[in-house]
């Protein structure tokens, strides 16, 4: 095996067992604090049937059922991918660090927003329908969304990350 392919697999093996790690260390925390910005969020705009957290729960009172705790769970928490975003800024992607960090806060940012919206949009219809509304939400629509701001946030990575055609063609002395 050649040597720049150990250096490869050994970049690749610390960037998967450094997201490993660190998600288990602040998960339980993390996901506290996405509940109580949820809660305080639908608190600020006047929804108060869902403006209580209880750790990385949400109370949810629905005018016309029952009410019930929306749980945030390590699958439906934005760490996951921000923390990917960071192992490969980190330890996969060489470059300038400058750009390879503002890769990572686009990307990331991207990531944290289009989460609080995917976890408040299936609060909302809970807080309409019911506990059984907010799951089929979360698990048909939440799902794809979720899919697709993952690879939208990708994608903004690679276009902070990538130079420019017109730099490139500098590069190469082609410039027009």
């Known amino acids: 095996m050649k040597r720049s392919m150990v250096g490869v697999l050994i970049r690749l093996?610390?960037?998967?067992?450094?997201?490993?790690?660190?998600?288990?260390?602040?998960?339980?925390?993390?996901?506290?604090?996405?509940?109580k910005v949820l809660a305080f969020m639908f608190?600020?705009?006047?929804?108060?049937?869902?403006?209580?957290?209880?750790?990385h729960q949400i109370l949810v009172l629905p005018e016309h059922a029952a009410p019930f705790l929306a749980t945030i769970s390590p699958s439906c928490s934005a760490l996951?991918?921000?923390?990917?975003?960071?192992?490969?800024?980190?330890?996969?992607?060489?470059?300038?660090?400058?750009r390879r960090l503002t890769a990572f806060a686009a990307a990331s940012m991207v990531v944290l927003v289009c989460n609080f919206l995917r976890i408040g949009l299936s609060m909302y219809v809970g807080l309409?329908?019911?506990?059984?509304?907010?799951?089929?939400?979360?698990?048909?629509v939440g799902t794809a969304f979720g899919i697709l701001y993952v690879l939208g946030g990708f994608t903004l990575y690679l276009w902070v990350l990538l130079p420019?055609?017109?730099t490139l063609l500098k590069e190469y002395g082609h410039a027009t």
């Open 43 to 55: 608190g600020a705009i006047g929804v108060q049937n869902a403006s209580e957290a209880f750790g």
């Open 80 to 98: 996951a991918a921000i923390l990917g975003f960071g192992a490969i800024t980190a330890f996969v992607i060489r470059g300038p660090v400058r």
């Open 164 to 166: 420019s055609n017109r």
């Open 128 to 140: 309409h329908t019911n506990a059984q509304g907010l799951t089929a939400f979360h698990d048909w």
């Open 13 to 35: 093996g610390l960037a998967f067992a450094s997201t490993v790690a660190v998600f288990w260390l602040l998960i339980n925390p993390w996901r506290n604090v996405e509940a």
